[in-house]
Every structure is written in structure tokens, then in C-alpha cells.
């Protein structure tokens, strides 16, 4: 497979990744703002999906202005709007080497974005429904990669896009949460939308078989290689992935990523830290966000050809 088309499906996976993650941060958080008594605060949301630097932030007040600063901006990098017609265009570049069903269901969502229906929905009348529907475009997609794509080189890089990004989605949301975690607030209460909008909710109990507990959660989103939104469980799968590359790599270039890998799932499966430290865990973050931050510029100079 030549280097810019195993960029093209490995962009196109991170983008699709986002896209899903954002989509159910927002949903469960505007389900959120309706059972919140006193004002729902967007700000720690928008700041973690916008540019640092973007000054339009200050201006967003309403949850109508995060759903279309957050999904329908068109001048926003980072909007869900963006992701879809990057990994659109990512797909388009490279139809040879992706199924016509999968090409088929990118195009799908990208004309469901900019549809004036989704739009008057989205801002105007109802929310959840288009959010939804987003959503329900964003599964079809999961289900199309696996039930057509051939188990080649281009299955291989759309997995790796999907479980390098994941991580670095989880370990953001984690981090971003316990910054913002109210001192005496309900433990409960500030982690199960979290939960919720990872798909998370029932499996912490039916495995923890507890009430929502800090370091429970912590555990589950971080080192729990059961779940599927974990940053454990999403380097396990990056290692897995990246192995099949074996055969087809350049051997230095091989065990330069495989070592960086390896390196990350073991410095985190074997970490020292306990969940309930959790001064200390905002620097176990740091330490395996740059991990995974270096997997992917690894990938972008050993097999994208990136300068």
C-alpha cells in the first residue's frame, strides 16, 4: 500500500473517531442540561473541543451556540461539521482501496450534515432526534468497516487511526473531568453522563457492582482491559494492529514503533499509581499522551512518508 493512502484510511478512522466522540459527549451532556436545576456549564466542553485560541468562545452562552459551534460550524477546525468532510474527502482519494459500502455510507453522512433538515433540527426544534440520527450514521459506519472491508493493510491502518485517537480521546475526558470535579459534588452524579456517553454505564455495574465511585471510574476508564473505551484496552488493540505490519515493514522502521508501543502498554499496565492519587494522575496523563502523541508522529514519518 503506498504511504499516502495508508495516511488517507488512518486519517480517516481519527477523524470518524472524533466525530463519534463528540457526538455523544454533546448528546449526553444536553440530556444533562435538561435535568440540571441550576445553569448547565458548557464552557469546560467547549474549550476541550475548540482551539485554545479561538475567541468566538467567549461568545458561546447557549446550548444552541455549542451545538453549532461544536457540530454545524463550518469555520471551526474542530467541528464535527469538519471531521466529516475531511474523512469524506480523506475516503474519496482512495476509493480503490476502500469498499464501495463504506465510500457509500462516508457520502451518506456527510450529505446528513448538511442537510437543512438536520440544521433546523439541530438549532431550532429538536436536538436529540438529529443527534441521533448523526449517531445512528456514525454506527452504520463502525459496522460497515467490519462487515466489508477485506482483513488487509487497509483494515489494518483504518484500526490503528481508530485506537490511537481513542486513546487520546479517553485520556483527555478523564483528565478534563477530575479538573473540573466541583469540591463536595456528588460523586455519582459527575461521572455518570461521562459514563453514559461512553456506552459505560452498565458495564461499571454489572463489573464493579458498586455505586459510581472517583477511583472506580478512574480504574475503568484507564487501566480496565475489558473496556472498550479504555486507554488501556485502545493500546492493547493499537499493539495488535500495528504487529500485522510486520511482514510488509521495514524491519528498523518495525521495531522503532513496536518498542514505542510496547513501551506505552506496559509503562501503563504496570503503572504504580494508585486510582485514588489523583494528584499524581495528571502525570501518568501527560506521560501516555505523549506516548501516543509519538506513536502517531512515528507513523507519520516511518509509513506516511511525513518529513
Not at 206 to 228: E, G
Given at each position: 500500500m503506498l504511504s499516502r493512502v495508508a495516511d488517507a484510511v488512518f486519517w480517516t478512522a481519527r477523524y470518524m473517531e472524533r466525530t463519534d466522540n463528540i457526538l455523544r459527549m454533546l448528546r449526553t451532556n444536553y440530556i444533562a442540561s435538561q435535568d440540571e436545576i441550576l445553569e448547565f456549564d458548557w464552557r469546560p466542553w467547549v474549550k476541550q473541543y475548540g482551539p485554545p485560541d479561538d475567541k468566538s468562545q467567549i461568545e458561546i452562552v447557549s446550548y444552541r451556540d455549542v451545538i453549532n459551534y461544536l457540530i454545524l460550524s463550518r469555520q471551526h477546525d474542530a467541528s464535527v461539521f469538519s471531521f466529516i468532510v475531511r474523512a469524506r474527502e480523506n475516503a474519496r482519494s482512495v476509493q480503490d482501496f476502500i469498499t464501495k459500502e463504506l465510500w457509500q455510507c462516508l457520502n451518506d453522512y456527510y450529505h446528513l450534515i448538511r442537510s437543512p433538515h438536520t440544521e433546523q433540527l439541530l438549532l431550532n426544534d429538536d436536538p436529540l432526534t438529529a443527534m441521533d440520527s448523526l449517531l445512528r450514521e456514525s454506527t452504520i459506519y463502525y459496522g460497515t468497516v467490519d462487515t466489508t472491508m477485506g482483513r488487509g493493510e487497509g483494515y489494518t491502518f483504518i484500526n490503528?487511526?481508530?485506537?490511537?485517537?481513542?486513546?487520546?480521546?479517553?485520556?483527555?475526558?478523564?483528565?478534563?473531568?477530575?479538573?473540573?470535579?466541583?469540591?463536595?459534588?456528588?460523586?455519582?452524579?459527575?461521572?455518570?453522563?461521562?459514563?453514559?456517553?461512553?456506552?459505560?454505564?452498565?458495564?461499571?455495574?454489572?463489573?464493579?457492582?458498586?455505586?459510581?465511585?472517583?477511583?472506580?471510574?478512574?480504574?475503568?476508564?484507564?487501566?480496565?482491559?475489558?473496556?472498550?473505551?479504555?486507554?488501556?484496552?485502545?493500546?492493547?488493540?493499537?499493539?495488535?494492529?500495528?504487529?500485522?505490519?510486520?511482514?510488509?515493514?521495514?524491519?528498523?522502521?518495525?521495531?522503532?514503533?513496536?518498542?514505542?508501543?510496547?513501551?506505552?502498554?506496559?509503562?501503563?499496565?504496570?503503572?504504580?499509581?494508585?486510582?485514588?492519587?489523583?494528584?499524581?494522575?495528571?502525570?501518568?496523563?501527560?506521560?501516555?499522551?505523549?506516548?501516543?502523541?509519538?506513536?502517531?508522529?512515528?507513523?507519520?514519518?516511518?509509513?506516511?512518508?511525513?518529513?
Open positions: 490503528l487511526g481508530k485506537f490511537v485517537e481513542r486513546s487520546l480521546q479517553s485520556l483527555d475526558l478523564l483528565s478534563m473531568k477530575l479538573e473540573t470535579l466541583p469540591k463536595g459534588a456528588s460523586e455519582a452524579s459527575h461521572w455518570k453522563y461521562l459514563l453514559y456517553s461512553l456506552s459505560g454505564y452498565e458495564f461499571h455495574g454489572k463489573y464493579y457492582k458498586n455505586s459510581l465511585h472517583t477511583h472506580d471510574v478512574i480504574h475503568q476508564l484507564l487501566f480496565n482491559p475489558q473496556f472498550p473505551h479504555s486507554v488501556l484496552y485502545s493500546l492493547i488493540q493499537t499493539e495488535r494492529y500495528f504487529k500485522r505490519l510486520g511482514p510488509i515493514s521495514l524491519p528498523d522502521h518495525f521495531k522503532e514503533i513496536e518498542f514505542a508501543v510496547g513501551k506505552a502498554v506496559n509503562d501503563l499496565k504496570y503503572s504504580l499509581v494508585d486510582c485514588k492519587d489523583v494528584d499524581n494522575l495528571q502525570e501518568l496523563f501527560k506521560t501516555s499522551r505523549q506516548q501516543v502523541l509519538t506513536i502517531g508522529q512515528k507513523l507519520a514519518t516511518l509509513y506516511f512518508g511525513y518529513s
